[in-house]
């Protein structure tokens, strides 16, 4: 996809605090430090769009994005960091409940996990829960330039097989070398209706 335009529209806790639900929007959910924001500023072409940091849990609102001025990307925080304050952490489950449940210009997640790890509880309730609720999702692995090729085919076999998926499934994906980002974008436009 051509980005023509990506902008920061505005951080949220509560409904009543979202932008007006104008676009389409695809929210990004993934563990503490999974690389979900360098996902994000890989596919709209920007190096500073989305704020990384070295700190898992920098992520803490709902962020939202508008991208080509036609539907907007939402950055979730991550999940299953110990070092944020504990009551920070008790607010995330409900404030990301409320807006992956009650968001009617939702049409998708992207799942976002580390293709060196195991899926844990976290990411399986995750999707049990999406497809629970009906609301499409991909899963991307990221970071797949840390694994030769032989690592990631035997990675993302193991990880298929944890989810009781098929390897065809998942999405292999590297900021680095900017490998997979045609079929994120693809699955991304699928739920967006747009191919």
Same mark, same amino acid.
């Given at each position: 996809? $051509?980005?023509?335009?990506?902008?920061?529209?505005?951080?949220?806790?509560?409904?009543?605090? #979202?932008?007006?639900?104008?676009?389409?929007? %695809?929210?990004?959910?993934?563990?503490?430090?999974?690389?979900?924001?360098?996902?994000?500023?890989? /596919?709209?072409?920007?190096?500073? /769009?989305? $704020?990384?940091?070295?700190?898992?849990?920098?992520?803490?609102?709902?962020?939202?994005?508008?991208i080509?001025?036609?539907?907007?990307?939402v950055?979730?925080?991550?999940?299953? #960091?110990? $070092?944020?304050?504990?009551?920070?952490?008790?607010?995330?489950?409900?404030?990301?409940?409320?807006?992956?449940?009650?968001?009617?210009?939702?049409?998708?997640?992207?799942?976002?996990?580390d293709i060196?790890?195991?899926?844990?509880?976290?990411?399986?309730?995750?999707?049990?829960?999406?497809?629970? #609720?009906? =609301?499409?999702?991909? %899963? %991307?692995?990221?970071?797949?330039?840390?694994?030769?090729?032989?690592?990631? =085919?035997?990675?993302?076999?193991? %990880?298929?097989?944890?989810?009781?998926?098929s390897?065809?499934?998942? =999405?292999?994906?590297?900021?680095?070398?900017?490998?997979? =980002?045609?079929?994120?974008?693809?699955?991304?436009?699928?739920?967006?209706?747009?191919?």
């Amino acid at each position: 996809m $051509k980005i023509k335009s990506a902008e920061f529209i505005k951080s949220a806790i509560k409904p009543d605090h #979202y932008p007006e639900p104008l676009v389409p929007e %695809i929210a990004f959910a993934g563990r503490s430090n999974v690389g979900k924001s360098s996902l994000i500023n890989t /596919l709209v072409n920007r190096k500073r /769009l989305v $704020k990384t940091g070295s700190t898992p849990g920098r992520t803490q609102l709902l962020n939202f994005f508008l991208i080509n001025k036609m539907f907007s990307m939402v950055d979730l925080p991550g999940y299953g #960091y110990a $070092k944020v304050p504990a009551a920070i952490r008790k607010t995330w489950g409900p404030m990301i409940e409320t807006y992956l449940t009650t968001r009617e210009v939702l049409h998708g997640v992207v799942v976002i996990l580390d293709i060196r790890r195991s899926p844990g509880k976290e990411e399986t309730d995750l999707m049990a829960w999406l497809v629970h #609720y009906q =609301i499409p999702f991909i %899963i %991307i692995l990221t970071k797949a330039d840390k694994l030769s090729k032989t690592k990631q =085919i035997n990675q993302s076999r193991a %990880i298929a097989a944890n989810l009781h998926i098929s390897i065809n499934d998942l =999405i292999l994906f590297s900021a680095k070398t900017r490998q997979g =980002i045609d079929a994120v974008w693809e699955g991304v436009l699928d739920m967006l209706g747009q191919n």
